[in-house]
């Protein structure tokens, strides 16, 4: 919890749910108390057992749906979901799935199954006889080990003494002062929703039906002003990366930061940094050269860096 990827796969969504305590002949239950089985002609359930059943269900299942929610969150750019084909569901976009279905979840397949309607487009179909792959890894037999040579040869080794000094870290993303004026405290409120709002927005859908769905027309203008520059209108955009961490080690110091946005092109990697206003501070040159000394251990592509105000609705070019 807590941690996030890039890319996130989710195998194995096929196995079943563990519902074996249901069958136990006595279950506790902190409401219903001891609930046991009968025998009338063969063991059977008690009326009290199928309440008690059906109340497990519900919390169990509600658990495992919380569960794979938090799961999916954990990827920032990519889920892939590795399950059979779906199964056909007669469901009408936009209902919701029927009480009788969800209750009957065994596996989180049937939890996506269930909502395949929606994934539908997003879905692709994969050959496993093209893949050529094999299951000789997981067959692990005695023989495999037969001709290894044996070496009967003393192991040799030496002592090595380091001196351990500690790390230095630097910090390449510039911190808010504690102490602000109520100004400064709106201002800044106003970049986070900015920071927040251009995470969520997709370049490469249309603009207008996004900013439909935001209310506050203050953002709205401040970020159809930035999609709608020219500088940005005339980039041949393959890929955005936003508020990207990175960590390097440099000089025995880790430098660590967060990079606003990385618009990548066919032959260039282009570093924006946003600022509310003041585009002149001197540190700000350091800071954009650390991101581009990032960036060229990663990359080699062309690497350059631009301040963005968000104010002034304008970009001014570092690096």
């Known amino acids: 919890k807590g941690l996030e990827f890039p890319i996130c796969y989710f195998p194995d969504l096929s196995t079943k749910f563990n519902f074996q305590d249901l069958n136990e002949r006595f279950i506790f239950d902190a409401n219903l108390g001891i609930v046991s089985s009968i025998f009338k002609e063969g063991i059977t359930d008690t009326f009290y057992k199928k309440i008690l059943k059906h109340r497990y269900l519900v919390d169990e299942i509600s658990e495992r749906l919380r569960l794979f929610y938090v799961a999916l969150t954990r990827a920032k750019e990519q889920i892939i979901l590795v399950m059979p084909n779906y199964q056909e569901l007669n469901m009408e976009y936009g209902k919701v799935v029927p009480f009788v279905d969800r209750i009957n979840y065994n596996s989180f397949r049937d939890i996506v199954n269930s909502i395949n309607y929606v994934l539908d487009n997003f879905s692709k179909q994969v050959n496993l006889n093209n893949l050529n792959i094999t299951p000789d890894y997981v067959i692990m037999k005695s023989s495999t080990f037969e001709n ?32 602000m004026s109520v100004e400064q405290q709106q201002n800044i409120a106003l970049g986070n929703m900015f920071h927040e709002y251009l995470e969520i927005i997709d370049i490469f859908k249309p603009l207008d039906e996004q900013l439909d769905l935001i209310d506050n027309n203050i953002i709205k203008e401040y970020l159809w002003s930035f999609y709608q520059h020219p500088f940005i209108k005339n980039l041949n955009i393959i890929n955005t990366y936003h508020e990207y961490p990175f960590k390097y080690n440099e000089y025995e110091q880790e430098v660590h930061g967060i990079i606003d946005l990385i618009i990548e092109t066919k032959d260039e990697l282009i570093i924006i940094d946003y600022k509310l206003l003041n585009l002149e501070n001197v540190n700000y040159y350091e800071q954009l050269l650390t991101y581009k000394n990032y960036l060229t251990k990663v990359s080699t592509k062309k690497i350059s860096a631009y301040l963005y105000s968000i104010l002034k609705k304008e970009f001014y070019k570092v690096l």
């Open 148 to 179: 290894i040579p044996l070496i009967n040869k003393p192991i040799t080794y030496r002592n090595v003494s380091l001196v351990k000094q500690p790390l230095q870290t630097t910090t390449a993303t510039k911190h808010h002062p504690k102490l």
